[in-house]
Nanobody
Framework: QVQLVESGGGLVQAGGSLRLSCAAS????????IGWFRQAPGKEREFVAA????????YYADSVKGRFTISRDNAKNAAYLQMNSLKAEDTADYYC????????????????WGQGTQVTVAS
């Protein structure tokens, strides 16, 4: 079992940056792939980014490629999502997830979910 807690969300102006954090407890996070999903009001949940167990392999949704960076620190049992050049369309609740396999982009492929942190980008 893994418990995930996100933090770092908030209100930011378009073009600004935020860094989301995901803290894990209960089990060693290094056993799992880590991902971030988001869900905007009235829209379906969508994949944002993911990183392999060692951190050597990362992949992103086309909509965030070049602007967002996922990373992890297994020693701290944590993962991060650095979000730069934010746009109004990035406004959503962001969820940290764990499990899956390398390359997983579907929500059902991940076993553990955090409660989410809200990101609002003002245009």
């Amino acid at each position: 079992q893994v418990q995930l807690v996100e933090s770092g969300g908030g209100l930011v102006q378009a073009g600004g940056s935020l860094r989301l954090s995901c803290a894990a407890s209960g089990n060693n996070l290094s056993k799992y792939c880590i991902g971030w999903f988001r869900q905007a009001p009235g829209k379906e949940r969508e994949f944002v980014a993911a990183i392999s167990w060692s951190g050597g392999f990362t992949y992103y949704a086309d909509s965030v490629k070049g602007r967002f960076t996922i990373s992890r620190d297994n020693a701290k049992n944590a993962a991060y999502l650095q979000m730069n050049s934010l746009k109004a369309e990035d406004t959503a609740d962001y969820y940290c997830v764990a499990g899956g396999v390398v390359g997983a982009t579907r929500s059902k492929e991940y076993d553990y979910w955090g409660q989410g942190t809200q990101v609002t980008v003002a245009s």
